[in-house]
């Protein structure tokens, strides 16, 4: 089990000899300061986190997520965009798409060019203000592990990891630059008010995308059982880099593919099934990684509903990174991909709940309230919200302590996984765009032959003259 910094584990009992020393040492964040009396363990009712920074993309978002004034910031992977990009080519000698490609598109920098790009990141002036006024703490997801897609076998992640450990400015002694993968967990706040936050690694263990092998390797998996039966705390949010819930390579293949739990079925129920067994209350997800942000929610994993609120990305995103019209056709295809785990509301930017526009998350927590509520946002480049969801955190417990199966926001509405779906609800997107196809070149042909027939006319009207 990772070892927690000093200010990350505040809430461990002081000798009194060794009080004055703690305050001294103690990095505090500003707004944790100034809301809270006990110095000794501040509550933190303030969460942001946000993914897939490119490094030599402005990041005007770092102003937003500064006005939210958040006590922790959690990097969620590709926090810079470490590997490098071939052009798209379906012929020629270097062809790096299709059935006959000859050379893989994407490939590894050098320890140096990773090293100057994590600089790039630390150096933004927003950025900079946000590593003096809040606790950061993150994992990595391809980019900036070294390659995409990439998992276990890629043979530079020693490397990276000491990169992002150097970025995340982990101390020297860390056992997370000891241990095989960045996996972490860490507790804030005084007894009553405690939040975990567990920060899995899903790259350095994994197996091939499609092989339904590991996620985690055994490692992981034997430390984060011991994570959640251990202490209990209020909350406890799990950082993966991956969506858990959502599966939209279930509904959207073969025009949209995303890496994610789903892809591994056996590892994702074993999951639901150690939070379930570990009768844990407060537990909920954030993850990254598709550029989009999205809030999804299961209710047939655990005793109660598990959300994952996916935020991405802060400088990457599939209509930022499109023209007008291509953003326009994505966001009619996430209208018509069906989705039977994410969450629909009246908040959401887009009818789809779906906003694919630079974004960062929030989550924050009334203490002051009983039970307290929790209020989770997606908000865009100049902090307006997109989506929403606000719960009372006796919502997220276990039957056992609840003593109720009833819910405010109601109970098993999300139970049909995506790839547990029907045939023609998973291939809706593939029969509209077989039908749209259909439609067009029906069109074409009908146009080409009336040329034709014209073209016949005019040259038989010709001959006779």
Excluded at 79 to 102: A, C, H, M, V
Excluded at 129 to 145: C, E, F, M, P, S
Aim: with cysteine; hydrophobic share 35%.
């Amino acid at each position: 089990m990772a070892m927690a910094s000093l200010a990350d584990r505040l809430s461990l009992p002081f000798s009194s000899h060794s009080l004055l020393l703690t305050l001294l040492l103690l990095p505090w964040p500003s707004h944790s300061l100034s809301s809270h009396p006990s110095p000794v363990s501040p509550v933190v009712s303030r969460i942001a986190f946000g993914s897939c920074a490119n490094q030599s993309s402005p990041q005007p978002i770092w102003d937003a997520v500064l006005d939210f004034d958040p006590d922790l910031f959690v990097w969620m992977g590709d926090n810079i965009y470490g590997d490098n990009k071939r052009p798209s080519r379906f012929f020629g000698q270097e062809r790096t798409l299709g059935p006959w490609k000859n050379i893989d598109r994407f490939f590894p920098s050098s320890e140096e060019e990773l090293k100057r790009r994590y600089e790039l990141v630390k150096n933004k002036p927003g950025y900079t203000k946000l590593r003096q006024r809040a606790k950061v703490i993150g994992t990595w997801d391809d980019h900036d592990y070294g390659l995409n897609d990439a998992g276990k076998e890629f043979p530079g992640k020693n490397v990276t990891q000491k990169l992002l450990m150097d970025f995340l400015d982990e101390p020297e002694d860390s056992p997370r630059r000891k241990q095989a993968g960045v996996y972490a967990s860490y507790v804030y706040g005084p007894e009553g008010k405690q939040i975990k936050v567990i920060v899995l690694d899903t790259r350095y263990h994994r197996d091939p995308i499609f092989s339904d092998g590991t996620f985690l390797g055994d490692a992981q998996w034997e430390w984060l059982e011991k994570e959640l039966k251990g202490p209990k705390t209020e909350l406890t949010i799990i950082v993966s880099s991956v969506q858990v819930i959502s599966n939209l390579s279930a509904t959207g293949n073969p025009l949209l593919f995303t890496e994610c739990w789903g892809n591994f079925p056996k590892e994702r129920e074993r999951l639901f099934k150690l939070i379930n067994d570990s009768k844990r209350s407060g537990v909920f997800f954030i993850s990254g990684d598709v550029h989009f942000g999205e809030i999804a929610r299961y209710d047939c994993g655990s005793q109660y509903p598990i959300y994952d609120i996916t935020s991405s990305g802060l400088t990457q995103s599939l209509e930022e990174d499109s023209t007008p019209p291509v953003a326009f056709l994505i966001r009619a295809i996430f209208w018509m991909v069906p989705s039977t785990m994410r969450v629909f509301s009246a908040n959401c930017r887009h009818k789809s709940c779906i906003y694919a526009r630079p974004n960062f998350g929030t989550i924050e927590v009334n203490w002051d309230v009983s039970p307290p509520r929790v209020k989770i946002e997606l908000r865009d480049v100049n902090g307006s919200s997109v989506n929403e969801v606000s719960f009372l955190l006796s919502e997220l417990q276990a039957r056992e302590v609840a003593g109720t199966e009833e819910r405010e926001s109601g109970y098993q509405q999300h139970c049909t996984l995506e790839r547990e779906s029907s045939c023609f609800l998973r291939k809706r997107l593939t029969l509209i765009l077989w039908v749209v196809a259909t439609v067009l070149l029906g069109i074409i042909f009908l146009l080409l032959r009336a040329i034709l027939s014209a073209l016949d006319r005019l040259f038989r009207k010709n001959k006779i003259d």
